[in-house]
T-cell receptor
Framework: KNQVEQSPQSLIILEGKNCTLQ??????????LRWYKQDTGRGPVSLTI?????NTKSNGRYTATLDADTKQSSLHITASQLSDSASYIC????????????FGTGTRLQVTL | DAGITQSPRHKVTETGTPVTLRCHQT?????MYWYRQDPGHGLRLIHY???????DKGEVSDGYSVSRSKTEDFLLTLESATSSQTSVYFC??????????????FGPGTRLTVL
């Protein structure tokens, strides 16, 4: 069964601290993996996309990693800001005619003073 | 929100009534999608469209129908609303011809409550 599991479900950190969010997937055959940020009351916005051959990709203070062998990805946030408070969703797509998206349930991050 | 609007943004309706949600894009993208988002679930695909009058079902299509008579508009209809369809509905679009392989851009969502 194609699944995407994210951990932790929720996380509270102090402003300025770093954090890492995890995504494990069983989706096959793999096409790509995206991380989305969803602010409360808004639609998700794409942060990064990673294909099979990519190990690391950065977008400002966000750095995503991918280990296609172990089917794991992480999203590292450096020097967190209050505006990073949001849900972060891992999304995996499959190749071929069955290419749909499998969404994780997200990690809810709260950055506090 | 990448040139996507959804209307209405909030709606309360009663069980058994038909409801239509509208998604409008200004990007002229080929692919459009409807998802629902519920606590404890990831976003789930209801229906999608790969061109005018070309639509297909997603994983949770029962009780929903869609229509796309022009590139910019994708309508989602709940034929007879039930309480289980209380949810937040998101429309998305993607550029290019790769369909689900391409990055999707989401609208602001419609919060629907069925009493």
């Amino acid at each position: 069964k194609n699944q995407v599991e994210q951990s932790p479900q929720s996380l509270i950190i102090l402003e300025g601290k770093n954090c890492t969010l995890q995504c494990n997937y069983t989706v096959s055959p793999f096409s790509n993996l995206r991380w989305y940020k969803q602010d409360t009351g808004r639609g998700p916005v794409s942060l990064t996309i990673m294909t099979f051959s990519e190990n690391t990709k950065s977008n400002g203070r966000y750095t995503a990693t991918l280990d296609a062998d172990t089917k794991q990805s992480s999203l590292h946030i450096t020097a967190s800001q209050l505006s990073d408070s949001a849900s972060y969703i891992c999304v995996v797509s499959r190749t071929g005619t069955a290419s749909k998206l499998t969404f994780g349930t997200g990690t809810r991050l709260q950055v506090t003073l | 929100d990448a040139g996507i609007t959804q209307s209405p943004r909030h709606k309360v309706t009663e069980t058994g009534t038909p409801v239509t949600l509208r998604c409008h894009q200004t990007e002229n993208h080929r692919y459009m999608y409807w998802y629902r988002q519920d606590p404890g679930h990831g976003l789930r695909l209801i229906h999608y469209s790969y061109g005018v009058k070309d639509t297909d079902k997603g994983e949770v299509s029962d009780g929903y129908s869609v229509s796309r008579s022009k590139t910019e508009d994708f309508l989602l209809t709940l034929e007879s609303a039930t309480s289980s369809q209380t949810s937040v509905y998101f429309c998305a679009i993607s550029e290019g011809t790769g369909g689900f392989a391409d990055t999707q851009y989401f609208g602001p969502g419609t919060r629907l409550t069925v009493l």
